[in-house]
């Protein structure tokens, strides 16, 4: 039996979503909300990070969304979406790694420094900064106090920035040799890295892919796979929607005069 514990807008969760619709899996889930109920104590013993996914099989934990995804494909290995060329294999574990080390965190700078910051800053900077706090990685809590309290202006958004430019360069490079991202089908590369197209998609960033027909091309066809809109667009209600909807001001201006400034 599968269980997940995860929030829709999660993109770390979106990953595992997609992967069990390509593999026809169900399972029993566990929304959060994020609003400090990842550091109860009693998730924080299946995550010890604090974050979602946590994926429970037949009662074991599973944390860390690329090692959900490697273990799913080795559990349920029909239809498999590692490639069975050693080569492709490794496209798909570093578009992983990629987004393990670099993207996923820049991710979250971009977001809470535009869709998220809003609502966020209305709440008084102290309570709002021991909210942050209580990630046991402090990391996390330091990104997310400045993006907040400083917008795009954040030391952290040109890198944030960067690592998404690699990321595209990546994907525009890969569809080159193929429709995919590794290996001639959908595979582990494609579950991990759309979630992180959809967000700049929803922040308004698709201009950072202008001068990548490739990932264009490439984002137009996985955006209209079913899996895409049923583990993730079709999942988002009025309330998931709502900070991507009401963004303002529009941070695609800002972001293009610090892209030139870079
Ligand atoms: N490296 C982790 C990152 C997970 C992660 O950052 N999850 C976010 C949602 S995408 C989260 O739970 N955030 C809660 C928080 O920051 O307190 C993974 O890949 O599973």
């Known amino acids: 039996m599968l269980e997940l514990y995860h929030s829709i807008n999660s993109v770390c969760a979106q990953k595992i979503r997609l992967t069990l619709v390509e593999k026809g899996l169900s399972c029993t889930e566990h929304l959060m909300k994020l609003n400090g109920d990842q550091?109860?104590?009693?998730?924080?013993?299946?995550n010890p990070n604090g974050v979602v996914p946590t994926l429970i099989h037949d009662g074991?934990?599973?944390?860390?969304?690329?090692v959900i995804l490697y273990y799913l494909d080795e559990v349920f290995p029909n239809p498999p979406l590692m490639p069975t060329d050693p080569l492709a294999r490794t496209k798909v574990r570093l578009f992983n790694k990629l987004?393990?080390?670099?993207?996923?965190?820049?991710?979250?700078?971009?977001?809470?420094?535009?869709?998220f910051r809003p609502p966020l800053l209305r709440i008084p900077e102290a309570q709002r900064n021991a909210e942050f706090a209580k990630s046991?990685?402090?990391?996390?809590?330091e990104y997310?106090?400045?993006?907040?309290?400083h917008g795009l202006q954040s030391v952290y958004v040109a890198e944030a920035l960067a690592h998404h430019r690699k990321l595209l360069a990546w994907i525009d490079e890969a569809v080159q040799n193929g429709p995919y991202l590794a290996g001639?089908?959908?595979?582990?590369?494609?579950?991990?890295v759309i979630p992180y197209l959809l967000r700049l998609e929803?922040?308004?960033l698709s201009g950072l892919w202008a001068d990548y027909p490739g990932v264009?091309?490439?984002?137009?066809?996985?955006?209209e796979r079913p899996s895409s809109r049923s583990a993730i667009i079709e999942r988002m209600t009025d309330k998931d929607w709502a900070p991507f909807r009401e963004l303002a001001p529009d941070p695609w201006p800002e972001v293009q005069g610090l892209l030139q400034a870079a």
């Open 184 to 192: 001639d089908s959908y595979s582990l590369a494609e579950a991990a």
């Open 60 to 66: 074991k934990a599973i944390t860390e969304s690329s």
């Open 39 to 46: 550091f109860d104590p009693a998730y924080l013993k299946l």
């Open 136 to 141: 046991p990685i402090k990391k996390r809590a």
């Open 216 to 223: 264009a091309t490439w984002w137009a066809r996985m955006r």
């Open 202 to 204: 929803l922040l308004r």
């Open 99 to 115: 987004i393990d080390e670099y993207v996923h965190n820049s991710c979250m700078i971009l977001t809470f420094a535009t869709a």
């Open 144 to 149: 997310k106090t400045d993006v907040v309290t």
